[in-house]
């Protein structure tokens, strides 16, 4: 019974994510990923809820730092303020270059970030899965553009591809990307 007290506690968090039952799928991830192509900006086109982002003019800079690890800088527009949080992405074993592993605290281990798909230059398929005690997972998706919005055929492509790996799309939102500035 103590797994229905956690449970407890963890239903807040978990309301503004999306969760299901069993553990973590383990979709197709992009061959032949090249990191160094996928440096730069994205910006969040679609997602899952994910309660680290509910603003607008949602982006992320991934860049190599001095030292070789990847520096990833998130930015949002939320509650009149420009919002910004710096993060360490890494490459958790080099034979799955796109099973990529991200994290914003020191505090915390690095979370997944699959890369399902990439043409590098237009839009981009993320995929993050947590299990819980095998009991439940917390799943997020993402699909990404180079620029902040895409044409309508590179989002019905990502759609299919989270589809077709067995996301369900029910709660995908799209991201408010109007009026936004580029510093």
């Not at 809820?49 to 939320?78: H, L, M, W």
């Not at 399902?116 to 997972?137: N, P, W």
């Amino acid at each position: 019974m103590w797994w229905l007290y956690l449970l407890s506690l963890l239903l807040p968090l978990l309301s503004a994510q999306t969760y299901h039952w069993g553990p973590c799928p383990s979709p197709k991830v992009q061959p032949g990923f090249s990191l160094q192509k996928y440096l730069g900006r994205w910006y969040e086109i679609e997602k899952l809820p994910a309660s680290f982002a509910k603003g607008k003019c949602i982006e992320s800079n991934f860049d190599v730092r001095k030292d070789g690890t990847i520096q990833v800088i998130n930015k949002q527009y939320y509650k009149d303020k420009t919002r910004k949080v710096e993060g360490t992405m890494i490459i958790p074993d080099p034979r799955e270059a796109s099973k990529l592993g991200i994290s914003f605290s020191y505090f915390t281990p690095y979370s997944p970030y699959w890369v399902l798909s990439t043409d590098y230059t237009t839009v981009a398929v993320v995929y993050s899965c947590t299990d819980v005690l095998r009991i439940f997972h917390v799943e997020y998706a993402w699909i990404l553009g180079r620029s902040r919005f895409l044409p309508a055929e590179a989002t019905r492509y990502a759609q299919g591809l989270l589809l077709e790996e067995g996301v369900d799309l029910f709660k995908m939102r799209s991201t408010d990307q109007e009026f936004c500035k580029d510093e």
